[in-house]
């Protein structure tokens, strides 16, 4: 760098950051000797802050605008006003932008399965992947505690801690949440919004916040996937019978699929066995034993009927055969009262429906010689 330049960047002195990278989330004003002269011109634009470092100390946070460090506590001696010092100001400050934009859809997922007691299937393993936001929230905190002396501080520097402290949380919620794996899927919104509020408690040490969380999947292990998966086919084929003949067809499609050396023969014997999979276990009970021959069912016991009967001109009922009876003996109805029930053509008199007949034939005749 020739005298001129250098003496160009002694008298115009702005600070500012745009920055053209998706990943910073703090960079470093660069300057000839970390020196910022008095009433140098600080931008901070929407999206940043900007944290002051003096001599080693943070002395202040800037937030959006337009900034003219005149104040005491920023370095007033310059290079130009210390020839002595050989353009070398003994008041070295230094000036850290800060993205306080959020950094999206940043990828999370378990890596070793998460042990849990479901309701229904017992003890399990799950796993699960999903995305997160990340913000910094108090620039000052950040600096101190994660980002140091780091000119360029990127996100893929602090992601993987963050990854850690997420999966801890997640783990510990959902194990602890007893909701049952077949009912996660309707709830991943609101475990989503638990799991961000555990973490934001962790990551607020650090000065950051977790704005956003997503819960994408959570999947159960292959082997008890395909053992629902089995499940869920019987509960669609209805019955045992069924699902046998069903398996047998699938056994069969897939025999003939097959390439072999017999050929047609190998399709034949595969469909033979399938059909004859399918007789016997269609045959058989759960245990495979042929199950006992249960007695038939007796007959439904007949239909009783009830009547009505026709008096001064209405009709009455309707009446049992028992309640007619007691009503012939108490002579309330005679031989030729008029009843009628269902499937009756008509009204008939009670001596000549057959059923009703011998309700007057049930005293004694009189006695001999009476």
Do not use: C
């Amino acid at each position: 760098m020739g005298i001129f330049d250098f003496l160009t960047g002694e008298f115009i002195d702005v600070i500012h950051w745009v920055d053209d990278t998706r990943d910073t989330m703090v960079w470093r004003f660069q300057r000839e000797g970390h020196e910022i002269k008095y009433g140098a011109k600080l931008t901070v634009r929407e999206g940043q802050s900007a944290v002051f470092v003096h001599e080693g100390q943070l002395a202040d946070v800037f937030t959006p605008g337009l900034y003219f460090l005149e104040t005491n506590n920023m370095p007033i001696l310059t290079t130009l006003n210390h020839w002595d010092h050989s353009f070398k100001s003994p008041f070295k400050s230094e000036v850290y932008f800060v993205n306080t934009t959020r950094f999206s859809d940043l990828k999370w997922g378990t890596k070793n399965p998460i042990m849990l007691r479901d309701p229904e299937f017992g003890p399990t393993r799950i796993r699960a992947f999903g995305t997160y936001a990340v913000k910094v929230s108090d620039p000052a905190r950040f600096l101190t505690e994660i980002v140091g002396t780091d000119g360029e501080f990127t996100m893929d520097e602090i992601s993987y801690q963050i990854r850690n402290i997420i999966v801890q949380s997640f783990s510990r919620i959902i194990a602890g949440s007893g909701i049952p794996v077949l009912d996660m899927a309707a709830n991943t919104r609101d475990l989503g919004k638990l799991v961000a509020s555990e973490i934001s408690k962790v990551v607020a040490e650090y000065g950051l916040t977790i704005p956003e969380f997503y819960i994408e999947n959570i999947s159960l292990p292959p082997a008890v996937e395909e053992a629902l998966d089995k499940r869920t086919s019987m509960g669609l084929a209805g019955d045992l019978g069924k699902f046998t003949q069903y398996s047998a067809a699938e056994a069969m499609t897939s025999a003939a699929g097959t390439p072999s050396g017999g050929g047609g023969m190998g399709a034949g014997l595969g469909m033979g066995m399938g059909m004859a999979m399918a007789q016997n276990m269609a045959n058989q009970g759960p245990w495979g034993a042929q199950p006992a021959q249960s007695p038939a069912a007796p007959p439904p016991p007949p239909m009783e009927h009830v009547w009505h009967i026709a008096e001064g001109g209405e009709t009455k009922g309707p009446f049992s055969k028992a309640a007619l009876g007691r009503m012939a003996t108490e002579g309330k109805i005679t031989r030729d009262t008029y009843v009628w029930t269902a499937g009756q053509d008509g009204w008939m008199k009670a001596e000549d429906v057959q059923e009703l007949a011998q309700l007057f034939t049930i005293l004694p005749p009189p006695p001999p010689g009476a």
